[in-house]
């Protein structure tokens, strides 16, 4: 039976593990969160006396058209970015899973935008992509493209050049987590479908995609989240323009804030973001119960 | 039979061609970018594109020294990215030992509180955390980086996981020996759990190497600045320099996968059970 004393120790001794993280953690994400709810219901500018704003910050939000602009771009950008890269990243893993040679050397290279730094790829990417003299648009007038597109500079581009390059950007990460899942499907399977005569496409589209929608799913919530919190892509590429062709709700959340000062509405946006992000972890919460 | 062989070889054909096409989309950047690094910004945009350039100008890797201090970036990227990722892994798998191993009150929900805030992007309240910092008087210091960086919630799920999957009668034998849970943390969990902290090491370093918003909110001062920012603002600056700013970003890009090539192993495990577990 082990004494009261022997208990408080044990107790304590758990709790100087957990203290080092726990405190730096308390204090520089959970106090920070708090204050963020906080302030979306407060007016403040940073440095004058705080004042109570009730629903005020959101309110306004409905005539924001910066705001409005960033949620619908926001949207856009999740809607054309997800699909994509989920497609390429599944097709890309499924291409890796024939026992090719030379695998190890692929995956590497699918990889490599992943890791390597945004800014720096960024700033390849402009100049490939720069409309009057990079080598893509070279190539659209050698193949006698006449109407070659902006790219970055022009508002009718600009959203899709960035999808292109988030996908371009992401698709080896997903890509790894498909291939963990192509792992575990059961081979007996795909034997049995040869047996039954089926063709590539098929066994692609009865066994290998069914076999994986736990990990679609989980693949489609993290891409989701992803494009929600999207900002320094953006800054890298357009800068939010041509005019708010390209402007997300993470770019208005730092407007509002450093740019502006009004704390308050920016705080307000963020609730929008944490909103949206909230839903889809639900989604995921309540789908993985299902799968289960 | 005959039949079915022509088919198989089409098909790996197509396969192969595929497989290089993507392959191609994904390294010409990159070749495009060294090649770039070596011209003179006049020739960065000839066309045909002239991929091994017939003068390479290696002075472009010398000039970018003294355009921009990008030494003083590295060193500072350097120094906070290992300080960084030491803190990260000391104290993640830490506190991961006591929610693995440990009975305690209010276990469950201290850690139900981590797995929460994991879902609550930091964009979210990174205006009043920077308001917080400033009033600590953090505001263009590494420390505020370092304080950002280092206690993340997902290092300590991480090795948490890891560390469930270690049986209880190791540390339970341990126990009966007279060892104490600092020496079971030290002598035991730590080195069974090489491939956790593998794998939290490349991503905190290359997270922390590559971090963006963070340094642009925090350091403005040129002399603190990391080799992001610091890039990034020579870019704008210098827009037209383009031999320049790709030797600089080809620069910027060693570190990152000279990791990346020696770690790669752990990085494919650590993305793959990340999707698995869900």
């Given at each position: 039976m082990p004494s009261k004393q022997a208990h408080i120790r044990k107790q304590l001794v758990a709790y100087s593990f957990i203290a080092p993280n726990f405190i730096g953690f308390a204090v520089f994400t959970l106090v920070p969160i708090v204050f963020a709810i906080a302030l979306a219901f407060l007016h403040w500018d940073g440095s004058n006396p705080i004042e109570w704003a009730g629903l005020a910050n959101f309110r306004n939000l409905l005539d924001d058209d910066q705001f409005k602009a960033a949620l619908k771009n926001t949207i856009v950008y999740t809607a054309g970015t997800v699909p994509l890269t989920l497609i390429s990243s599944l097709l890309l893993a499924v291409l890796l899973n024939q026992?090719?040679?030379?695998r190890n050397f692929f995956r590497t290279v699918s990889f490599f935008p992943y890791v390597a730094s945004l800014v720096a790829v960024a700033a390849v990417w402009n100049m490939i992509f720069n409309?009057?003299?990079g080598p893509v648009n070279m190539l659209l007038y050698t193949l006698?493209?006449?109407?070659v597109p902006g790219w970055a500079a022009d508002k009718d581009w600009a959203m899709i050049t960035i999808i292109l390059f988030s996908v371009w950007k992401y698709m080896g990460y997903y890509m790894i987590i498909y291939l963990a899942g192509l792992q575990g499907i059961n081979p007996e399977l795909y034997e049995a479908a040869n047996l039954d005569g089926t063709n590539v496409w098929q066994r692609f589209r009865y066994v290998t995609v069914p076999q994986l929608s736990a990990t679609t799913f989980f693949v489609m919530v993290m891409l989701t989240i992803q494009c929600f919190k999207v900002y320094d892509i953006v800054y890298m590429v357009t800068?939010?323009?041509?005019?708010?062709?390209?402007?997300v709700l993470v770019y208005d959340i730092y407007n509002k804030a450093?740019?502006?000062?009004n704390l308050g509405s920016a705080s307000a946006v963020a609730m929008v973001l944490f909103a949206l992000v909230l839903i889809v972890t639900l989604i995921q919460f309540r789908g993985n119960r299902k799968l289960q | 039979m005959q039949v079915q062989s022509i088919q198989t070889k089409t098909i790996t054909t197509i396969l192969y061609a595929l497989l290089i096409l993507c392959a191609l989309a994904m390294l010409l950047p990159f070749v495009w970018m060294v090649s770039a690094s070596l011209k003179l910004d006049k020739d960065?945009?000839?066309?045909?594109?002239?991929?091994?350039?017939?003068?390479?100008?290696?002075?472009n890797y010398l000039e970018i020294w003294t355009t921009i201090p990008l030494g003083t970036f590295i060193k500072n990227t350097a120094k906070l990215t290992v300080i960084v990722t030491i803190l990260q892994l000391l104290t993640s798998s830490f506190a991961a030992y006591a929610f693995a191993k440990l009975e305690f009150k209010g276990r469950d929900l201290l850690f139900l509180g981590y797995v929460a805030t994991i879902?609550?992007?930091w964009q979210v309240y990174m205006v009043p955390q920077f308001i917080m910092m400033r009033s600590f008087?953090?505001?263009?210091?590494h420390l505020a980086i370092i304080f950002l960086q280092a206690f993340s919630a997902f290092g300590v799920f991480l090795m948490k996981q890891f560390y469930m999957s270690i049986p209880d009668e190791l540390c339970e034998a341990a126990r009966i020996d007279g060892m104490s849970e600092y020496r079971i943390w030290a002598q035991i969990m730590l080195p069974l759990s090489k491939p956790a902290l593998s794998t939290l090491t490349i991503f905190t370093f290359v997270n922390t190497w590559n971090d963006f918003l963070g340094p642009l909110l925090y350091l403005t001062r040129m002399e603190l600045k990391t080799v992001q920012i610091g890039l990034r603002m020579f870019i704008s600056q210098y827009s037209s320099e383009y031999g320049l700013i790709m030797a600089a970003s080809v620069v910027a890009l060693i570190p990152v996968v000279i990791v990346f090539l020696s770690l790669q192993k752990f990085f494919v495990q650590g993305v793959a059970t990340a999707g698995l577990k869900g």
């Open positions: 026992g090719i040679k030379g409309p009057s003299k006698g493209f006449e109407n800068q939010g323009g041509p005019g708010t062709a390209t402007l450093f740019i502006s000062w | 960065v945009f000839t066309f045909p594109i002239e991929w091994i350039p017939s003068n390479p100008r290696w002075e879902a609550m992007p008087g953090l505001n263009n210091t």
